[in-house]
């Protein structure tokens, strides 16, 4: 398995209101030549987290322990910029498993995707609920329920219904990438090969 499988995340969540973030900001560059997805959490967001003498910098929300959660909750346009599927692979090994955004950026969306980060897509106006209600109490819990496509602010029950491609959801439910959907379909391509006529 690729991944965790993905139904349903209760968590709190982290807030980032700064919109256009792009993906040199999520994982700068110069972090970029390891090839394998480990490791790069210790990078999320590094020159916004970091001095230059990489003492944490005391008012950036990943430093403050208010804030914590498996949500990470992001301004419009997030993940724009270059294509890197790092900046993907550096939130999910953080321990974030879902990112909020009124806009995602379509290259990071698909990036997340593939690695088992569910883009939740939601309206200017429900995501500006959400940065309210966490600014009001930071272990404020939101709900993802993928199987239903619903995002929830458990203390006040406000809900909106989010949009995902259905092959993408199909995989995020079973924890697969791209190879283990064909590798659970191995059977079927099999059997579908023996009665094919060349």
């Known amino acids: 398995m690729a991944y965790?499988?993905?139904?349903v995340l209760k968590s709190t969540a982290v807030p980032l209101p700064i919109e256009n973030v792009d993906t040199d900001q999520i994982i700068p560059a110069r972090f970029l030549k390891a090839t394998k997805r480990e490791g790069f959490g210790d990078n999320l967001f590094r020159d916004?987290?970091?001095?230059?003498?990489?003492?944490?910098?005391?008012?950036f929300v990943l430093n403050n322990p208010i804030y914590?959660?498996?949500i990470l909750v992001g301004g419009k346009n997030f993940g724009s910029g270059s294509s890197r599927e790092h900046a993907a692979w550096a939130?999910?090994?953080?321990?974030?498993?879902?990112?909020v955004s009124s806009f995602f950026a379509d290259i990071f969306k698909g990036n997340s995707l593939n690695i088992g980060i569910l883009p939740v897509t939601v309206s200017?106006?429900?995501?500006?609920k959400i940065f309210k209600a966490i600014e009001a109490d930071p272990k404020t819990e939101l709900e993802?329920?993928?199987?239903?496509?619903?995002?929830?602010i458990l203390a006040t029950g406000e809900k909106e219904s989010f949009?995902?491609?259905?092959y993408k959801k199909h995989n995020m439910l079973n924890g697969f990438d791209d190879i283990d959907y064909l590798q659970a379909m191995k059977e079927e391509i099999?059997?579908?090969?023996?009665?094919s006529m060349y």
């Open 4 to 7: 965790d499988k993905f139904s």
């Open 48 to 59: 916004w987290r970091y001095n230059s003498d990489d003492s944490p910098k005391r008012d």
């Open 68 to 70: 914590s959660g498996k």
């Open 91 to 99: 939130i999910y090994d953080y321990g974030f498993r879902a990112v």
């Open 124 to 128: 200017p106006e429900f995501l500006d």
């Open 144 to 152: 993802i329920n993928l199987p239903n496509q619903t995002i929830s």
């Open 163 to 166: 949009a995902i491609n259905g």
């Open 190 to 195: 099999k059997t579908f090969a023996s009665h």
